[in-house]
């Protein structure tokens, strides 16, 4: 039996499971579309999982992103660039689902 989920509900869950501020609320509502139109794009129901999307997904500035994954940005000129070059490459590399306030949201086990 599966039961529909507003926005709400998702964030609810997070708090439920102390994994509220893995996130923050633009990041889960950055989540939240991407699950919503993967559900819609493939006809596939997503079930809830917070641990699964807590291990899934992740959000990190730009700069931990390209120490942790040793991106090469000597090339880049300035901050925005760099971002953008991150940016690619975990377009390249995994599923890059957007930015907001806390940094870049991505599956990292894609």
Not at 59 to 80: F, M, R
Request: aromatic share 16%.
């Amino acid at each position: 039996m599966k039961q529909s989920i507003t926005f709400g509900g998702f964030v609810d869950a997070f708090h439920a499971f102390d994994r509220y501020s893995q996130f923050g609320y633009d990041a889960l509502k950055i989540i939240f579309d991407y699950l919503e139109e993967y559900e819609d794009s493939t006809g596939e129901e997503v079930e809830l999982d917070v641990i699964a999307i807590c291990c899934d997904y992740a959000v990190q500035h730009w700069q931990d992103i390209a120490n942790d994954y040793t991106i090469d940005l000597s090339e880049c000129e300035d901050d925005e660039e760099r971002e953008a070059a991150v940016i690619a490459y975990l377009e390249e590399n995994t599923q890059f689902l957007g930015s907001c306030v806390d940094g870049l949201v991505y599956c990292q086990s894609f």
